[in-house]
Each structure stands twice: as C-alpha cells, then as structure tokens.
C-alpha cells in the first residue's frame, strides 16, 4: 500500500546546502509576517536562520547558544519568544520525543507532518501524508477522540547511514 503525500520528499543528505533551505524560509516567514501584518524581529529571524541551517534538531538552549547578543548573556526566554511566534506560523515544529525544534518544509500549507528521525546523524525528514494523518484522525473519531493537532515521530535509520 503506497503513501500519498501533498508533494514528495527526499530525506536531508548530510551533504546537503543549507542555503537554499534558509533562504526559502526566510522568505516564506516574510511573506507569512507581511499577510499577517505581523513583525519579524531581528532576534526572530535569527531563529529562524539558526533552525533551517541545519536538518538536525535544536533545542532551545542549542538555539540560545548560538544567537548573537554582542557577548551580553540573555535568558532562554528570549529563544521561547521566538520559537512559540516561529511555531504560531507554522515554519518550525517541535519534536517532543527530542524536546527540540525543526525547520517547516512545507512551510504556509495547512498539513499535518509526520517526522522521519535518523537515530544515527540525527537529520530529520518531514513526511507530509494526507493518508496517514486521515487515517489517525479516523481511528481516533472511532475511539471519541477528535484530533486537533498530529505530531507523529517516526525512528528509524536514513540510508546514507545505513549503508556507512
């Protein structure tokens, strides 16, 4: 039985250039904070940048770590701020199994994702499956549950690690 998703994937090769990914996200959080009438901080922004230069997930304090403050040390709310606002658009999810946050890759769409987690490199792929998330929400109708919020993280091994 095949998967059918909104558009296809290909799991994040550790070779991969981030530049591209950091650039379509910026301008899709731009585009996102204008239709909105919202405000992209400086300090939003550079979460942002942090999160999409990389497939690996980042918790908060990796965030807060690497944030330029101009050696002025700052509390970990600040990287909170800006993850809740980051999330409210829909450009980055959080992975509760890992208590960290990824990049949106199909960043403005309404979807439901599921995450592919490599245990070995740690890159994260973001599976957008209309049929698996419909199939959650049915079952879930069936049990009395309505389902208002899918977070499904999958484990496994990528194949640029499995066949190192």
Known sequence: MGVSMK????????K??????????LADAEKECRQKKLRLTEHRKEVLKIIASSHRPLGAYDILGKMN???????????YRALDFLMGLGLVHRLNSLNAFVAC???????????????????VGELN?????DQIKKNAVEVGIL???????????CSECATS
């Open 7 to 14: 558009k296809s994937i290909k799991f994040p090769s550790k």
């Open 16 to 25: 991969h250039d981030h530049e591209s990914c950091v650039k379509k996200l």
């Open 69 to 79: 403050f101009s050696g002025k040390r700052q509390a970990p709310v600040v990287a």
């Open 105 to 123: 890759t199909a960043a403005g769409e309404e979807h439901m994702a599921q995450f592919l987690i490599c245990r070995n490199c740690k890159n």
């Open 129 to 133: 499956s209309n049929q698996v998330s």
């Open 147 to 157: 389902v208002n919020q899918q977070v499904v993280e999958i484990t496994g091994v």
